[in-house]
T-cell receptor, first 119, second 112 residues
Framework: NAGVMQNPRHLVRRRGQEARLRCSPM?????VYWYRQLPEEGLKFMVY????????ESGMPKERFSAEFPKEGPSILRIQQVVRGDSAAYFC?????????????????FGQGTRLTVV | TQLLEQSPQFLSIQEGENLTVYCNSS?????LQWYRQEPGEGPVLLVT?????EVKKLKRLTFQFGDARKDSSLHITAAQTGDTGLYLC????????????FGEGTQLTVNP
């Protein structure tokens, strides 16, 4: 079974351009989470999606950032008009079930991330 | 303030030594996970604990979930250079939505 696949692994954008980050969850997983990590810091939650629905976007900046998880295809995190402060590693995770139930079956698995550099 | 506080933030030890990393919170978690992350890679899940007081062993690693499900510890016996990495605890809060909240991590360096 393939794990969570993210692409591209590295992305360089000039200020003002758009960045599109893709995430294909593990087979059978319908819950997707996006996180951002700055150097030597932990992961900060951005958004939680379940097929075609945004469930929790409390960690998303109010402007320029959007996410989707269409019925077909990967989840996309889009950053419009990127600025230097958007430079970070962006990680996607997926789970088969809702994480809340406190069971071992509710584990989340991470992709290798996309490292975005804004120049 | 950080929901999950990890300590120590940095730890440098010699090969063969034992160590313990702590993850503390004032909130109750329905489950807690430990991940290990290496530079340039994504976090890799080590263990999930769901029951208060639970102890799980993974070779030289021992994980414990506090009785009140507010804290956890990771103990490594006879550390090896291959244990070097960033250790992250993450939990699902009992009262919040379905997402993992991460601590800031413990950067462990095991020297030969």
């Amino acid at each position: 079974n393939a794990g969570v696949m993210q692409n591209p692994r590295h992305l360089v954008r000039r200020r003002g351009q758009e960045a599109r980050l893709r995430c294909s969850p593990m087979k059978g997983h319908s819950h997707v989470y996006w996180y951002r990590q700055l150097p030597e810091e932990g992961l900060k939650f951005m958004v939680y999606l379940q097929k075609e629905n945004i469930i929790d976007e409390s960690g998303m900046p109010k402007e320029r950032f959007s996410a989707e998880f269409p019925k077909e295809g990967p989840s996309i995190l889009r950053i419009q008009q990127v600025v230097r402060g958007d430079s970070a590693a962006y990680f996607c995770a997926s789970s088969r079930y809702i994480l809340r139930t406190g069971s071992e079956n509710t584990e989340a698995f991470f992709g290798q991330g996309t490292r975005l550099t804004v120049v | 303030t950080q929901l999950l506080e990890q300590s120590p933030q940095f730890l440098s030890i010699q090969e063969g030594e034992n160590l313990t990393v702590y993850c503390n919170s004032s909130s109750v978690f329905s489950s807690l996970q430990w991940y290990r992350q290496e530079p340039g890679e994504g976090p890799v899940l080590l263990v999930t604990v769901v029951t208060g007081g639970e102890v799980k062993k993974l070779k030289r690693l021992t994980f414990q979930f506090g009785d009140a499900r507010k804290d956890s510890s990771l103990h490594i016996t006879a550390a090896q250079t291959g244990d070097t990495g960033l250790y992250l605890c993450a939990g699902v809060q009992e009262t919040s939505g379905s997402r993992l909240t991460f601590g800031e991590g413990t950067q462990l360096t095991v020297n030969p």
